[in-house]
């Protein structure tokens, strides 16, 4: 890993993406790669994630989160650059 500059991303994530485990999924995968944010669920019945860490892993949940976990269907994709938080972790809101 390079010492590239962190990135953030916010996210909205539309289709069948909330009863599914979307956001268990998504901080165990965000932990796994080493991206700190969190994910929660909005009213509309979309889900909103903010992303945050180097480049490279940020793109890689960001490529995970376009399928999602098994058992949830992804038709839509917002993704906006932020700026970072400097979150300590990734978490559930």
Request: charged share 30%; glycine share 10%; hydrophobic share 40%.
């Given at each position: 890993m390079t010492g590239a500059p962190e990135i953030a991303r916010h996210v909205v994530l539309e289709g069948r993406v909330q009863g599914v485990g979307f956001r268990w999924h998504t901080r165990a995968e965000a932990r796994a790669?080493?991206?700190?944010?969190?994910?929660?669920?909005?009213?509309?019945?979309?889900?909103?994630?903010?992303?945050?860490?180097?480049?490279?892993?940020?793109?890689?949940?960001?490529?995970?989160?376009?399928?999602?976990?098994?058992?949830?269907?992804?038709?839509?994709?917002?993704?906006?650059t932020v700026a970072p938080e400097a979150l300590p972790a990734f978490e559930i809101r």
């Amino acid at each position: 890993m390079t010492g590239a500059p962190e990135i953030a991303r916010h996210v909205v994530l539309e289709g069948r993406v909330q009863g599914v485990g979307f956001r268990w999924h998504t901080r165990a995968e965000a932990r796994a790669i080493g991206v700190r944010g969190w994910v929660r669920n909005c009213d509309d019945g979309s889900v909103e994630a903010h992303l945050e860490g180097h480049p490279d892993r940020v793109e890689e949940l960001l490529a995970w989160l376009d399928d999602g976990p098994s058992g949830a269907r992804v038709d839509a994709v917002d993704v906006r650059t932020v700026a970072p938080e400097a979150l300590p972790a990734f978490e559930i809101r």
